[in-house]
């Protein structure tokens, strides 16, 4: 009875004892962090292979588009007005930064308005004049309208290249799937995309910098003025700043 006692209180299974009892709290932590550890690089690698980014699925690009404008034509009009007038000028100044082809003049045919129409082109030539578009560049052509109903109008249109994206609206799957999954609906970001696309003047600037315009010489040299500075009495020097 004594030996056995004296066995199990000896230091050996005491110390032994202790190394189980601690073993235990250092396992389940080795434990959580592993699964701590798994979750956030499965989350990590799961995130970056998902195709989930709305740049991706609406990209802006280059590409040809037409640019339309419509003239409204009373049947008793001989001339534009001076809105209509200033409406044609911004038009061929936009034709003359984002195209070197041609510029259409598309009339009305059979409609109440069409011998109007007529007469008014004559002021549109000129107008497409004045901004330095020559005569070879604009063609007339028509197109049928109804003989009932508004003033059909004339049409301004031509071909540039531009920066814009695919048509938006597009639904190509379950947007049940898409909230199953923790994922964007496919239309998301595309009207965004679209109007930041809309908003781009110059679309060369998306396929590199532009060349850097000549320094102003004149500037220049009030700049290094400015930085000498002036002299003064005391044999000091004075930095102005403009």
Same mark, same amino acid.
């Given at each position: %009875?004594?030996?056995?006692?004296?066995?199990?209180?000896?230091?050996?299974?005491?110390?032994?004892?202790?190394?189980?009892?601690?073993?235990?709290? %250092?396992?389940?932590?080795?434990?959580?962090?592993?699964?701590?550890?798994? @979750?956030?690089?499965?989350?990590?690698?799961?995130?970056?292979?998902?195709?989930?980014?709305?740049?991706?699925?609406?990209?802006?690009?280059?590409?040809?588009?037409?640019?339309?404008?419509?003239?409204?034509?009373?049947?008793?009009?001989?001339?534009?007005?001076?809105?209509?007038?200033?409406?044609?000028?911004?038009?061929?100044?936009?034709?003359?930064?984002?195209?070197? !082809?041609?510029?259409?003049?598309?009339?009305?045919?059979?409609?109440?308005?069409?011998?109007?129409?007529?007469?008014?082109?004559?002021?549109?030539?000129?107008?497409?004049?004045?901004? !330095?578009?020559?005569?070879?560049?604009?063609?007339?052509?028509?197109?049928?309208?109804?003989?009932?109903?508004?003033?059909?109008?004339?049409?301004?249109?031509?071909?540039?290249?531009?920066?814009?994206?695919?048509? @938006?609206?597009?639904?190509?799957?379950?947007?049940?799937?898409?909230?199953?999954?923790?994922?964007?609906?496919?239309?998301?970001? @595309?009207?965004?995309?679209?109007?930041?696309?809309?908003?781009?003047?110059?679309?060369?600037?998306?396929? !590199?910098?532009?060349?850097?315009?000549?320094?102003?010489?004149?500037?220049?040299?009030?700049?290094?003025?400015?930085?000498?500075?002036?002299?003064?009495?005391?044999?000091?020097?004075?930095?102005?700043?403009?």
């Amino acid at each position: %009875m004594n030996k056995r006692n004296a066995t199990q209180n000896s230091p050996e299974r005491q110390t032994r004892m202790f190394l189980e009892r601690s073993r235990l709290p %250092m396992l389940a932590l080795a434990i959580a962090a592993g699964l701590l550890a798994s @979750c956030g690089t499965k989350d990590k690698l799961a995130t970056g292979a998902l195709p989930d980014d709305y740049r991706t699925r609406h990209p802006i690009v280059i590409a040809e588009a037409e640019r339309t404008i419509d003239i409204p034509v009373a049947s008793g009009d001989t001339r534009l007005s001076q809105g209509t007038r200033d409406v044609v000028r911004g038009f061929a100044a936009e034709y003359r930064n984002a195209s070197t !082809g041609v510029i259409q003049i598309v009339l009305p045919r059979g409609s109440a308005n069409s011998h109007a129409a007529q007469v008014v082109r004559r002021d549109i030539r000129r107008q497409l004049a004045a901004v !330095g578009i020559p005569a070879k560049r604009v063609i007339e052509t028509g197109y049928e309208a109804g003989a009932t109903g508004d003033a059909a109008p004339i049409r301004l249109s031509y071909v540039a290249i531009a920066a814009q994206t695919a048509p @938006c609206g597009e639904w190509p799957e379950d947007l049940t799937l898409n909230t199953l999954q923790n994922r964007n609906y496919y239309n998301f970001g @595309c009207a965004t995309q679209s109007n930041l696309a809309a908003q781009i003047s110059n679309p060369t600037d998306l396929i !590199g910098p532009r060349q850097m315009s000549p320094i102003d010489a004149e500037q220049r040299g009030e700049v290094i003025n400015s930085w000498r500075g002036t002299d003064t009495d005391n044999g000091g020097t004075t930095i102005i700043f403009n």
